[in-house]
């Protein structure tokens, strides 16, 4: 699976380096809220929409996971409470049938 996902990466990194040489001299117009910026190479461009993107995406996963691990140990304090029942039930039913 490592294999895979390196063989991945390496052709994103190709075609990444490809597109970048392909529009090098490319200059673009930014408007950012009421700032306007002038002949910003597009590579700057590129680079800080996918490092901003890259941000968003971890933040998201943090939040995901800090999530997911709440609900695991809930479920474990359930597990936990739930054998301790089943284990008195187990422990009651025998001493019924003691009784009797």
Known sequence: M??????????????SIAFFIANAG??????VL???????PLMIVLLIAFGI????SFLIAVTYFFRI?????ANKRMIK???????????RQIDQIDSV
Do not use: C, H, K, P
């Open 26 to 31: 490319e200059r673009v117009e930014v408007n």
């Open 69 to 73: 691990s709440s609900e695991a140990s």
């Open 2 to 15: 490592w294999a895979v996902r390196m063989l991945l990466i390496i052709i994103f990194i190709i075609v």
């Open 53 to 56: 993107g890259m941000v968003a």
């Open 81 to 91: 409470r739930l054998q301790a029942e089943i284990t008195a039930l187990r422990n």
């Open 34 to 40: 009421q700032t306007r910026y002038l002949d910003v």
